[in-house]
């Protein structure tokens, strides 16, 4: 009994490399397809008529939907895992792309963009779970890899902008159905793995479910200062997603593909920074980067709207690589922070707060229409500044001290 207990313990060190690639390639293949909504807005701007209060009201549907289902199915993986809601979650996704393809209005649009959003909501629990499983004792390199997928899915909306959607209009979201069949497969066969994981932690699981989940004032306070700071992080991130290119047009007077393609430096900077992120994290500690990653872009993003287009690029670069490096990172910390509770966490941090963010994305378009483009780009400009709040957050020695002691 003692040798099978230390076989399990050391199974639990390995990191699973092959089922992390494809966690992440399913969380790519989900994140490409939200990514294709506000890939869709300079094209249905036009074509719709659309306000940028309605620009930011379908960002809003996406996100919110997702954000504030994610919760909801993080505790239905803690108490009971459902494998196959990975595959699921994609069917859902494969609708919503269907439906924009064919979208005639706005309401239209908007009841296609649930689908997606209720698609995430389901995959991302569950896939931040199996993230979590395959880790071993590599948590943070894990999570970035898992995120990668995830933000680089999300990086490619200026490009589906600028090479698919400028030449085949609104009907090319048909060819994203093809993208969510494959999803389909792939997180098929990850389940498979994840069900068979399920049956050899299970005996564990149900020795550690005795012992109860340890929440004091420290935490909760911790978990919402978290949850405010992914959620500042986040709408920047909405300001320069939803509504940056229309800034660049407008004020440069660039064509859509080439004010797309700043926007793709930015999120793409986000992606190598989520990468590093994770490991600078082990190292150096979790809080250091979630200190770094905010402040440290304060500098250059109140820059921005004040510069000349040939520093535009260099400079959203540094703040993409800079503000992204902390995303699996806070991920990890809050997980340290609420052990056993893995699907709401992710719920919480990565969904709840991005749908704040999405709320931003709606404000951002009401003082766009109500004042103008500079006035949502000095407002962005300011959000990392409320990184001074990571200053109240616990070290990661006073973490594990928290739990330890309980």
Known sequence: ?????????????????????????????????????????????????????????????????????????????????????????MIFSLLGMFGLAISTNFYFVLLSVLFIGFGSAIFHPEGSRVAYMAAGAKRGLAQSIYQVGGNAGQSMAPLFTAFIFTYTGQFGTIWFTLLAAIGIVVLFSV???????????????????????????????????LIFLVFARSWYGAGISNFFHFYLIDKFQLSIRSAQIYVFLFLLAGVIGTFFGGPLADRYGKRTILLFSMLGAAPFTLLVPHMPLSLVGPLLIIIGFILQSSFSVTVVYAQELMPGMIGLVSGLIVGLAFGMGALGAVILGVIGDNYDLQTIMLLCSALPLCGLLTLLLPTDNRVKEIHQHH
């Open 191 to 225: 389940s498979n793995w994840y069900k068979g994981e399920l049956k050899i932690i299970a005996p564990k699981k149900n020795h550690q479910a005795k012992k109860p989940l340890y929440i004091n004032k420290e935490i909760v306070i911790a978990i919402s200062l």
């Open 1 to 89: 009994m003692l040798q099978t207990a230390e076989v399990l313990q050391k199974q639990q060190q390995i990191t699973v490399y092959n089922i992390l690639f494809a966690i992440s390639l399913g969380h790519f293949m989900n994140d490409c397809m939200q990514s294709v909504v506000p890939a869709l807005f300079p094209i249905i701007e036009k074509s719709m008529n659309l306000n940028y209060t309605q620009v930011g009201w379908i960002a809003f549907t996406l996100n919110i939907t997702s954000s504030i289902m994610q919760p909801f199915f993080g505790v239905l993986a803690d108490k009971r895992p459902a494998p196959y809601l990975l595959p699921v979650a």
